[in-house]
């Protein structure tokens, strides 16, 4: 710890850019970590609600309840179907398509490009530090005038430099592989979401017309009665004289 305080205030000019980028990285992911919190949809609560909704109150209802939800699957890709769903099925098809690469998939990609570059940018300001740090070494020994035991102690504290430069990015590296691939599988609950949305519109009775297919009797509500015959009269034989 007494050589690492003594890089901090020594080599300040490295360590200061670090802890920077150290505090903007852990404040990013913890971003990340909040809107992917925010973005989960417990299908199987979800979807009987849904569909009861949906059979209740028709399209026009079921659009209204996924707009009021705060997570992504209903208010983005449920809200693009059923917008799309008067134009039948096909249409719903593309409109989710759509969305899902065009809007949700980059909304989940938000902060990832910084994550991954603070984490490189970090490992390569860590290892000019110690590259700066040594040629000021190799300096003083070309000189002559320092002490072994001095410059064993600077080349030690020029390390530090690499030593921060990778605690920083391990974690960051290994936090955006953990997020692409909760990427990935979100995207395929998407998928499977739009999928189960196609099959409860498609399976949606479609009110019929009033008096289509019924008869004219039923429909007007009067009973046609047959009219009475009017009696012939019998005719007589006329007799010849």
């Not at 707009?67 to 699957?73: F, G, L």
């Not at 398509?97 to 910084?114: H, T």
Request: net charge positive; hydrophobic share 50%; proline share 7%.
């Amino acid at each position: 710890m007494e050589a690492f305080f003594e890089f901090v205030t020594r080599h300040w000019y490295f360590a200061v850019p670090m802890f920077l980028m150290s505090l903007a990285a852990v404040t990013l992911v913890i971003w990340r970590i909040m809107l992917n919190i925010n973005a989960k949809t417990d299908l199987n609560e979800f979807l009987p609600q849904f569909q009861q909704r949906l059979e209740r109150e028709g399209p026009a209802g079921a659009l209204n309840f996924c707009r009021a939800r705060p997570d992504y699957i209903p208010r983005r890709l449920f809200v693009a179907g059923l917008e799309s769903s008067k134009q039948g099925l096909a249409a719903m098809r593309r409109s989710m398509a759509s969305v899902i690469e065009l809007e949700i998939v980059p909304d989940l990609n938000f902060l990832l490009a910084p994550i991954l570059a603070i984490a490189k940018i970090a490992t390569m300001v860590g290892l000019l530090g110690t590259v700066v740090s040594m040629i000021f070494v190799f300096n003083e020994m070309g000189k002559g005038s320092a002490k072994p035991e001095d410059q064993g102690r600077d080349i030690g504290l020029a390390l530090f430099a690499t030593a921060l430069g990778l605690m920083t990015a391990i974690p960051l590296v290994f936090s955006h592989v953990l997020f692409k691939a909760w990427i990935a599988r979100f995207e395929v609950r998407m998928k499977s979401a739009a999928q189960k949305l196609l099959v409860l519109i498609q399976a949606k009775p479609v009110p019929k017309a009033a008096g289509v297919g019924q008869p004219a009797a039923q429909s007007t509500g009067v009973t046609a009665t047959p009219a009475t015959a009017s009696p012939v009269p019998e005719v007589q034989p006329v007799k010849v004289g």
